[in-house]
């Protein structure tokens, strides 16, 4: 892999305590390690009135309607800043994805920006596919190695993000910031990506997630399977954050989901995802549906060393937030109990 020697072995070293771990993990009792904390959410707009709400199943089913809405291609000239370098500006109609596999002609990712410019040689960049991450891998760029991103929306704030790069899905308004970080940050950003695979391969190229809370309810080791609700976006097949919650419907353990279609969300423009605005699983506390005078559902999800701000926490929506085989995730009800 071309990060620093420190890096490698790091890398190496996790993967090797991760196979001791969970093999361990199938004969001997563990620790319930500590959910993350409610993290503190900075003001933001509220949002637009939604322009269509679907409450699932109907008639049964837990599949969105044919006629369902479908995003917009991104369009307007975009810009990334890189530290030391400057800001750049793109066309995204020019962009062509990395990620076939992953994403619909038309649709691409943050990384899919970075590689884009690089390819024009606007700056010297060297990545490569790394099948162990499942991930592209900025090699060098400048010259310079352990490069990370941040990404800022209007009506956001600056992201810390810990997921991949080539599935953080590019929509119109968005800024992409790369800098420099310590080795020791992006070996343990790779090691969770590794750790990933590795649970994946350990329940047989299922994803299996250790635990998943939604308010007061703790459900462990959920299988999750795709329900592909944004093939707009994204390939058939390809599991989201929402599929968590569409396959714990599956097994009976959610009665009801509401979801909503945003066209925007406040400042931001375009939004063109669905908010879930219940999650009805009997549990008697958070089971309403969300409003501006009750409250709402956000969640988190990905490996609890960047739990919250550190990383897991962004505001990619969860029906195209990609998950491979996360360590958690958690769905926070932010406001009183609904009735």
Same mark, same amino acid.
């Given at each position: 892999?071309?990060?620093?020697?420190?890096? /490698?072995?790091s890398?190496?070293?996790?993967? @090797?305590?991760s196979?001791?771990?969970?093999?361990?993990?199938?004969?001997?009792?563990?620790?319930?390690?500590?959910?993350?904390?409610?993290?503190?959410?900075?003001?933001?707009?509220?949002?637009?009135?939604?322009?269509?709400s679907?409450?699932?199943?109907?008639k049964?089913?837990? &599949?969105?309607?044919s006629n369902?809405?479908?995003?917009?291609?991104?369009?307007?000239?975009?810009?990334?800043?890189? $530290?030391?370098?400057?800001? #750049?500006? @793109?066309d995204?109609?020019?962009?062509?994805?990395?990620?076939?596999?992953i @994403?619909t &002609?038309?649709?691409?990712?943050?990384?899919?920006?970075?590689?884009?410019?690089?390819?024009?040689?606007?700056?010297?960049?060297?990545?490569?596919?790394?099948?162990? =991450?499942?991930?592209?891998?900025?090699? $060098?760029l400048?010259?310079?190695? %352990?490069?990370?991103? /941040?990404?800022?929306?209007?009506?956001g704030?600056?992201?810390i993000?810990?997921? /991949?790069m080539?599935t953080?899905?590019?929509?119109?308004?968005?800024?992409?910031? =790369?800098?420099?970080?310590?080795e020791?940050?992006i *070996?343990d950003?790779? %090691?969770? #990506?590794?750790?990933?695979?590795?649970?994946?391969s350990?329940?047989?190229?299922?994803?299996?997630?250790?635990?998943?809370?939604i308010?007061?309810?703790?459900?462990? %080791?959920?299988?999750?399977?795709a329900?592909?609700? /944004?093939?707009?976006v994204?390939?058939?097949?390809?599991?989201?954050?929402?599929?968590?919650? =569409?396959? =714990?419907?599956?097994q009976?353990k959610? %009665?009801?989901?509401?979801?909503?279609?945003?066209?925007?969300?406040g400042?931001?423009?375009? #939004?063109?995802s669905?908010?879930?605005?219940q999650?009805?699983?009997?549990?008697?506390?958070?089971?309403?549906?969300?409003s501006?005078?009750?409250? *709402?559902?956000?969640?988190?999800?990905?490996?609890? &060393?960047?739990?919250? #701000?550190?990383?897991?926490?962004?505001?990619?929506?969860?029906?195209?937030?990609?998950?491979?085989?996360?360590?958690?995730?958690?769905w926070?009800?932010? *406001?009183?109990?609904?009735?």
């Open positions: 892999m071309s990060v620093s020697v420190t890096a /490698r072995r890398i190496v070293t996790s993967l @090797f305590l196979a001791v771990l969970l093999a361990a993990g199938a004969c001997t009792p563990t620790a319930t390690p500590a959910p993350p904390t409610t993290p503190s959410y900075p003001a933001v707009s509220p949002p637009s009135a939604p322009s269509q679907y409450f699932l199943p109907q049964g089913s837990y &599949e969105l309607p369902s809405p479908t995003a917009r291609r991104p369009s307007s000239q975009g810009t990334i800043t890189i $530290e030391g370098l400057g800001e #750049f500006a @793109f995204p109609s020019e962009i062509r994805t990395t990620r076939p596999d @994403f &002609e038309g649709h691409f990712s943050v990384f899919d920006v970075v590689a884009h410019l690089g390819n024009r040689e606007w700056y010297q960049l060297i990545y490569h596919y790394n099948p162990c =991450l499942d991930t592209y891998i900025i090699d $060098e400048d010259g310079r190695m %352990n490069w990370w991103y /941040r990404i800022y929306t209007p009506g704030w600056s992201e993000s810990a997921s /991949r080539d953080v899905p590019y929509r119109d308004s968005m800024i992409i910031k =790369l800098s420099t970080h310590p020791e940050y *070996g950003i790779y %090691n969770s #990506f590794a750790e990933e695979l590795l649970r994946r350990v329940n047989l190229g299922r994803v299996v997630i250790p635990e998943v809370r308010g007061t309810v703790v459900h462990k %080791n959920v299988p999750v399977s329900h592909d609700c /944004r093939e707009d994204l390939q058939p097949g390809t599991i989201t954050a929402l599929d968590v919650l =569409l396959s =714990l419907a599956d009976k959610i %009665n009801q989901l509401k979801l909503s279609w945003y066209a925007s969300m400042d931001l423009e375009p #939004f063109d669905y908010v879930v605005e999650i009805d699983d009997g549990d008697g506390v958070y089971d309403g549906e969300a501006p005078t009750v409250g *709402g559902w956000v969640f988190e999800t990905g490996a609890l &060393e960047f739990s919250g #701000f550190k990383g897991s926490h962004t505001r990619v929506a969860a029906d195209v937030r990609v998950i491979l085989s996360p360590e958690y995730m958690t926070y009800w932010l *406001g009183a109990p609904t009735p």
